[in-house]
């Protein structure tokens, strides 16, 4: 069993700053990459950033250079730094984890989802 628990978002003004945080604790045996992805009304969940157990880092454009990913292999946490927010950010940020369980290899993970919210 394998659980996600996120935290961090809220609701901010345009040009502010949130930080969100992941922990994954269960059976884990190794994790490969934890991400985040995000999902607007209407719109098809997208990722936003992802981060490799060996520190590989890839961004959506539309958040290169104002989010900034991270990752506390230690303690299975995931940190993502957003600054410079803007009204189009605003989404149901899920916390996404690829990962090998004690069971099973490679399967993906995610958290129940936190809202950020940007006001302009």
């Known amino acids: 069993q394998v659980q996600l628990v996120e935290s961090g978002g809220g609701l901010v003004q345009a040009g502010g700053s949130l930080r969100l945080s992941c922990t994954a604790s269960?059976?884990?045996?190794?994790?490969?990459?934890m991400g985040w992805y995000r999902q607007a009304p209407g719109k098809q969940r997208e990722l936003v950033a992802r981060?490799?157990?060996?520190?590989?880092?890839n961004y959506a454009d539309s958040v290169k250079g104002r989010f900034a990913i991270s990752r506390d292999n230690a303690k299975n946490t995931v940190l993502m730094q957003m600054n410079s927010l803007k009204p189009e950010d605003t989404a149901v940020y899920y916390c996404?984890?690829?990962?090998?369980?004690?069971?099973?290899?490679?399967?993906?993970?995610w958290g129940q989802g936190t809202q950020v919210t940007v006001s302009s």
């Open positions: 981060i490799t157990s060996s520190g590989s880092t």
């Open positions: 269960g059976s884990i045996r190794s994790i490969i990459a």
């Open positions: 996404n984890a690829e990962l090998s369980t004690w069971a099973i290899n490679k399967q993906n993970y």
